[in-house]
T-cell receptor
Framework: DAGVTQSPTHLIKTRGQHVTLRCSPI?????VSWYQQVLGQGPQFIFQYYEKEERGRGNFPDRFSARQFPNYSSELNVNALLLGDSALYLC????????????FGPGTRLTVL | ELKVEQNPLFLSMQEGKNYTIYCNYS?????LYWYRQDPGKSLESLFV?????AVKQEGRLMASLDTKARLSTLHITAAVHDLSATYFCAVDMEWMTGGGADGLTFGKGTHLIIQP
């Protein structure tokens, strides 16, 4: 069974640019969450989507947005990139029933120059 | 604001020794998760603890949850080099927000080095 997939694997952008990151959840999972992990820190919650609706939002500026598609895949968009946006962006999928365990994808390493 | 604190943040130990990583959190929650992260990699799920008194074991790792003390522990028995990694605990925010958000709040992680 395929796990959570993310693309691209690595990305280099310059300040002020826009970036779109993509995520496909585990088959059967309808919930997708996004996290930002800065080097040396734990992941920080950005968004959660379920059935194409935003269920939760972390403490991130409006430059960050996301959406979920009918096939439950998701995109994270970041506008007006800052140097501080350089991080590993992780997508996780989960079932909303039972343990609601979140399974993480390999991540997208974003470098902002 | 939900806070999750791990200690120690760094731990160097020798193979064969036992040690415990502690995870304290600031609000009532019945759901706690432990993850492992290898350098440059994503997070691997280790344990899901869903109730007070829950104990789970996998190989040399054992995790427990005390919801009254708001404390979870990850115990390593007879450590081996392959267990070197960063370990994170995480708490489900849904219990804090009353169902509004299902995100996880993570601790800062415990960077574990096991030397031969």
């Amino acid at each position: 069974d395929a796990g959570v997939t993310q693309s691209p694997t690595h990305l280099i952008k310059t300040r002020g640019q826009h970036v779109t990151l993509r995520c496909s959840p585990i088959s059967g999972h309808k919930s997708v969450s996004w996290y930002q992990q800065v080097l040396g820190q734990g992941p920080q919650f950005i968004f959660q989507y379920y059935e194409k609706e935003e269920r939760g939002r972390g403490n991130f500026p409006d430059r960050f947005s996301a959406r979920q598609f009918p096939n439950y895949s998701s995109e994270l968009n970041v506008n007006a990139l800052l140097l501080g946006d350089s991080a590993l962006y992780l997508c996780a999928s989960s079932s909303i029933a039972g343990a609601r365990e979140q399974f993480f994808g390999p991540g997208t390493r974003l470098t902002v120059l | 604001e939900l806070k999750v604190e791990q200690n120690p943040l760094f731990l160097s130990m020798q193979e064969g020794k036992n040690y415990t990583i502690y995870c304290n959190y600031s609000t009532t929650s019945d759901r706690l998760y432990w993850y492992r992260q290898d350098p440059g990699k994503s997070l691997e799920s280790l344990f899901v603890l869903l109730s007070n008194g829950a104990v789970k074991q996998e190989g040399r790792l054992m995790a427990s949850l005390d919801t009254k003390a708001r404390l979870s522990t990850l115990h390593i028995t007879a450590a081996v080099h392959d267990l070197s990694a960063t370990y994170f605990c995480a708490v489900d925010m849904e219990w804090m927000t009353g169902g509004g958000a299902d995100g996880l709040t993570f601790g800062k992680g415990t960077h574990l080095i096991i030397q031969p």
